[in-house]
């Protein structure tokens, strides 16, 4: 179950009780705060708390160009040319906090993006609930046989299910062990910092986490990519939503210059040089390696010879 009768019960409390404010508001973000958004089978995100908006981001700008802000028209232009050039400062004042139930084996990867305030639940005074993440059928890939660190096809037919039993049973017993551990019907029980470790990785767990508009858009840069990890992607997918009605100039800004766009090597230039130019230019001649070509001809589309 992602959300506790009570969490929700909280949900609905707060978002019946609305508070006046002189902040500044994003009439999109106020649509999604406090509300939880399904995530995996029993994960989710919610925002708890926000600062900031477009005009947060241009209004911090302004304080370093002044006058010079003329020349760019409005704040759609200006944030544009901010992530551009990559001024990344003015987007460092808006900040977004967010209630996220997760997998273990995805906090591990989330973690690592360090320029965040992070407060995990605590399985040292609390005891863990019994859930734990089982790939839907489509998601049970097998190992990708071109990348290492990657999934080819979907197990199918008696793999799959053998598969699936298997990390049910695990799970299950596991769960069941650790019960049995910190149980205090009629001895001590294991302390529950100790016990917890006998859990898989597939275990929930829950944190909240704030960060800075700027790192969360290098956070889902690298994890809405189609490179991320599925399990941790969708998550990213699932902000990117929110983010989208939260700052719609800097998110539409981000996605056409950061996910949408490619970064050229100075090789590479020369190389769209000589094509524009008429010249045939192949990995042999272009200086690049084998894999920069390819990625090269990925970003721009170039189409194979039939
Ligand atoms: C597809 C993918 C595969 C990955 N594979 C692996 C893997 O196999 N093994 C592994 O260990 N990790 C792996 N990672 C994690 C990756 O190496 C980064 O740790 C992670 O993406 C966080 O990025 P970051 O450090 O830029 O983010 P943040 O920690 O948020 O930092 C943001 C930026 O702040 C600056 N910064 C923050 N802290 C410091 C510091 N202490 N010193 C200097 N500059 C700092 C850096 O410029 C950094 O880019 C992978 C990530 C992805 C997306």
Redesign the pocket.
């Known amino acids: 179950m992602p959300l506790s009768p009570e969490q929700q019960a909280e949900i609905d409390e707060l978002r019946a009780t609305p508070q006046p404010t002189l902040r500044a508001v994003s009439p999109g973000m106020e649509q999604h705060l406090y509300k939880a958004y399904d995530v995996l089978d029993h994960g989710f995100i919610r925002v708890i708390d926000y600062m900031g908006d477009d005009a947060a981001i241009t209004q911090a700008a302004r304080v370093s160009y002044g006058k010079g802000t003329k020349s760019v028209s409005n704040d759609e232009g200006l944030i544009r040319y901010l992530m551009r050039h990559w001024h990344s400062t003015p987007f460092e004042m808006c900040e977004i906090k967010l209630h996220v139930k997760l997998p273990v084996f995805v906090a591990r990867?989330w973690i690592?993006?360090?320029?965040?305030n992070v407060n995990e639940y605590s399985a040292r005074y609390s005891i863990l609930d019994r859930e734990f993440y089982i790939p839907a059928p489509d998601h049970l890939a097998a190992q990708s046989t071109v990348n290492n660190?990657g999934r080819g096809a979907a197990l199918q037919g008696e793999e799959a299910a053998r598969v699936l039993e298997i990390l049910k049973t695990d799970s299950t017993r596991a769960y069941d062990n650790y019960e049995a551990m910190i149980s205090q019907d009629d001895q001590q029980g294991l302390a529950r910092e100790l016990a917890r470790m006998n859990l898989p990785a597939n275990i929930y767990t829950q944190w909240y986490w704030k960060v800075d508009l700027h790192?969360l858009f290098?956070?889902l840069r690298?994890?809405a990519?189609a490179?991320?990890q599925y399990e941790i992607r969708v998550y990213a997918d699932a902000i990117c939503e929110v983010v989208k009605d939260w700052v719609p100039f800097a998110y539409a800004a981000f996605e056409d210059y950061r996910m949408g766009g490619a970064n050229l090597s100075a090789k590479a230039i020369d190389c769209v040089k000589r094509m524009l130019a008429g010249e045939e230019v192949t990995q042999e001649s272009s200086g690049m390696s084998k894999g920069e070509w390819r990625e090269f001809e990925g970003a721009l589309g170039t189409p194979k010879p039939v």
């Open positions: 990867q690592r993006h360090r320029t965040a660190q790192n290098h956070f690298l994890r990519d490179h991320a």
